[in-house]
């Protein structure tokens, strides 16, 4: 089964569009089979890959259940990332979720079926902390949060961190934090440099060592439909997306590795306990 995470901060104009399309696209060019859903009504993930949707066969279809996922995942032009796309029907869903008994595990259920079909699942979240994003959250393994290197996404990412912490308590109590990757990083302000040293020292390795700068080329792609790792590969946006997509590869190598280790030593614990009883 392969890995969904949430890209999710609920402050808006932190490049959180920007690094799911981009990380999707740069773990696909690395080899892996990758699904990115667009959560979001203004489908920027979708145009961001130069990609339409029409109505009836989005993921808003598929979160009430009028679709089935494989049906409404699609490919790319960037080979092994298929793409379900968002609509502005999404909007509605936020009021229309409500009425449903299972409203907040919707999209986790209508994903089970091609889990296995992908090694990363991507979930581009809404700039909201709303039903939408509540669903992204309850069907992702961790979460994936871009932070942009100013002072007040310091405080947004306390009211997510909050957020994330009551889901865990409420309905999903193996979320995690998979890492937190700074955008919109520039040198040259003492601001960038403050918000970096304050969010290492209070999240440590959790927070990416790739750090992806301020760049024209990651604001131009988009009207291009290319992600910038495939519009100017040689940018410094694309570098570091690209590095960003490797630290995540290995975060989820050490992970997959961790939970072997600990199955393996649930069994022998097992065997040890059966020979003891013997």
């Known amino acids: 089964m392969g890995l969904t995470l949430a890209i999710a901060n ?49 993921s808003y279809e598929v ?5 089935e996922a494989k049906v409404a995942a699609r490919a790319t032009s960037i080979e092994k990332l298929d793409l379900i ?6 909007a509605g869903a936020e009021v229309e979720l409500v009425s449903y008994p299972d ?15 992908y090694d990363y699942i991507l979930i581009d979240c809404p700039p909201s902390l ?13 979460v994936v949060v871009p932070l942009q290197c100013e002072f007040y996404a310091l405080e947004g990412l306390g009211a997510l961190i909050d957020t994330l912490e009551r889901v865990r308590a409420a309905f999903h109590p193996n979320l995690r934090i998979l890492g937190i990757l700074l955008t919109m990083y520039d040198a040259r302000t003492s601001l960038s440099r403050q918000v970096v040293r304050e969010v290492r020292q209070h999240f440590g390795e959790k927070v990416l060592r790739s750090m992806v700068p301020r760049n024209v080329r990651i604001g131009e792609s988009p009207s291009y439909g290319l992600p910038v790792v495939t519009y100017d590969p040689s940018s410094s946006g ?13 975060m989820t190598a050490a992970s997959a590795a961790s939970a072997s280790e600990s199955e393996n030593n649930t069994v022998n614990t097992e065997k040890l306990d059966e020979t003891a009883v013997g």
């Open 238 to 250: 694309a570098v570091a997306y690209r590095n960003a997509a490797r630290e995540i590869e290995e």
């Open 130 to 142: 709303g039903m939408l994003t509540l669903n992204a959250l309850c069907a992702a393994d961790a």
């Open 103 to 117: 409203r907040q595990s919707r999209l986790s259920e209508r994903l089970a079926p091609v889990r296995d079909c």
């Open 10 to 58: 609920q402050k808006g104009g932190v490049g959180k569009t920007a690094t799911a399309v981009n990380l999707g696209a740069a773990l696909a060019l690395d080899g892996f089979r990758v699904l990115l859903i667009d959560l979001d009504s203004q489908g920027s993930a979708t145009s961001g890959l130069g990609e339409e949707v029409v109505r009836g066969s989005s």
């Open 85 to 90: 796309g968002g609509t502005r029907d999404l």
């Open 63 to 67: 979160l009430i259940g009028e679709l």
